[in-house]
């Protein structure tokens, strides 16, 4: 494919990915209220009765209700979104390579979902009540909703992200950029590197950080098998074989 070709491509795969996108909103959009107050739960389940959620602008609490259903639609269509992005990659792949691609979309879809439900169940509770133990008599906690929105759409598309660690270390080792065996001479740097994303993507507390850079660690070992079985195989000299 010439340059010009590829290009073409990419506004295709964007164009489409643009669509399902915007269906994606529709239909969320129509369980705005639902979808709001069920983001909301964590906070509102540790914070103190005498505090609420509030808002400084007028449009404030009607655009974060727009900006909660087109996340929501987003990570509805995501399988397909993903699709589109295997696609644009797919001529770089070999053949036998290329039959796989509904298949990685699917996995890529399910451990970026995955990724976003970790950090929604098992990372909020704990990060929203290590900052509520702040509250007291003189400390009244009323967060603004537009703070609240963005600091967890942050967490949640970090933690999509790097559950995505173990499709990205297999197209590595496919393309053999990367072996098993050199994943595991890094693997103190990649702990290392764990412990400083995790600082810098999550609240400054202990545990917030260990839930984050725990599981990237994880992910990390479980890539070393995904590159040691699925990586490419050195190519072995008639000699030897002889």
Known sequence: MTLMDHLGELRTRLVRSAIAALVGFLICYAFSKQLFELMMKPLLEVMPPDSSLIFTALP??????????????????????FYQIWKFIAPGLY???????????????????????????????????????????????????????SFSLKLLLAFGFIFELPLFIFFLARMGLVTAASLRKKRKYA????????AILTPPDGITQILMSGPLIILYEFSIFVALFFGKKPKVAPEAQA
Do not use: H, N, Q, W
């Open 191 to 198: 702990i290392l590197f764990a412990f400083v994303i995790a």
């Open 60 to 81: 404030e609490a009607f655009f974060t209700y727009v900006k909660v259903a087109f996340v929501a639609g987003l990570f509805l269509v995501s399988p397909y979104i």
């Open 95 to 149: 053949e036998s390579e290329r039959k796989y691609m509904i298949p990685i979309a699917a996995v890529s879809a399910l451990f970026f979902v995955s990724g976003a439900l970790f950090g929604y169940f098992i990372v909020f509770p704990f990060g929203f009540e290590f900052f509520m133990g702040y509250a007291d008599e003189m400390i009244r906690p009323m967060p603004s909703l537009r703070e609240y929105f």
